[in-house]
């Protein structure tokens, strides 16, 4: 079965400081990964996504995330933190094996970024 | 006005009414789910529709139902409601053209059953 972990619940980070958000996930084959943003009282909006080839994928708003194979992991980063980024952030897998293509999301990691 | 549009935003009901969440879309996809969201659980899905005759059962089904009425709208049931089922609900969408296609999702529905 697939899996994603988000193994902080909480990341506060200095306006202007780089910020890094982790995910780490498991699936049987080769994976698809997606970052979603979600804003307070709003839903998730997609990010950026890593489906093959570059391993380190750019998306919207300036964020990026580095994808690694060998240690499973598809951290999400951004080189200057913006006040304005402060939201909760999930990480994402579709296993692209089988008849329907199941998407599983980790619990989610709230950015705090203080001024 | 908004791609996904789910209604209504906030509903705050008693244990053993029957509450219907309602999605429609305007961004012609095909696929349509339904997501609820906990804290500290992320999202699950409860149903997910490939088209109008196609329904299937997610992760956490039980005590919900749903209905395709049209390829835009999708629509949520909880027959007769209990506490545990307050949660965030989100409606989703994406375009099976796309095989590794993002979600598009709605604003939410917060309900909470007393």
């Known amino acids: 079965a697939q899996s994603v972990a988000q193994p902080e619940d909480q990341v506060n980070v200095a306006e202007g400081n780089p910020l890094t958000v982790k995910c780490t996930y498991s699936?049987?084959?080769?994976?698809?990964l997606f970052w979603y943003v979600q804003y307070p009282n709003r839903g998730l909006q997609f990010l950026l996504k890593y489906i093959t080839g570059d391993n380190l994928v750019k998306g919207s708003y300036g964020f990026e995330a580095e994808f690694n194979k060998s240690q499973t992991s598809f951290h999400l980063k951004k080189p200057s933190a913006l006040v304005s980024d402060s939201a909760l952030y999930f990480c994402a897998v579709r296993d692209i094996t089988g008849g329907y293509q199941k998407v599983t999301f980790g619990t989610g990691t709230k950015l705090q970024v203080i001024p | 006005d908004a791609d996904v549009t789910q209604t209504p935003r906030n509903r705050i009901t008693k244990t053993g009414k029957r509450i219907m969440l309602e999605c429609s879309q305007t961004?012609?996809?095909?696929?349509m789910y339904w997501y609820r969201q906990d804290p500290g659980l992320g999202l699950r899905l409860i149903y997910y529709?490939?088209?109008?005759?196609?329904?299937n059962k997610g992760e956490i089904s039980d005590g919900y139902s749903v209905s395709r009425q049209a390829q835009a709208k999708f629509s949520l049931s909880l027959e007769s409601a209990i506490p545990n089922q307050t949660a965030l609900y989100f409606c989703?969408?994406?375009?099976?053209?796309?095989?590794?296609?993002?979600?598009?999702f709605g604003e939410g529905s917060r309900l909470t059953v007393l």
């Open positions: 529709s490939f088209d109008v005759k196609d329904i």
């Open positions: 989703a969408t994406s375009d099976p053209g796309q095989l590794t296609g993002e979600l598009f």
């Open positions: 961004k012609g996809h095909d696929r």
């Open positions: 699936v049987s084959g080769n994976p698809y």
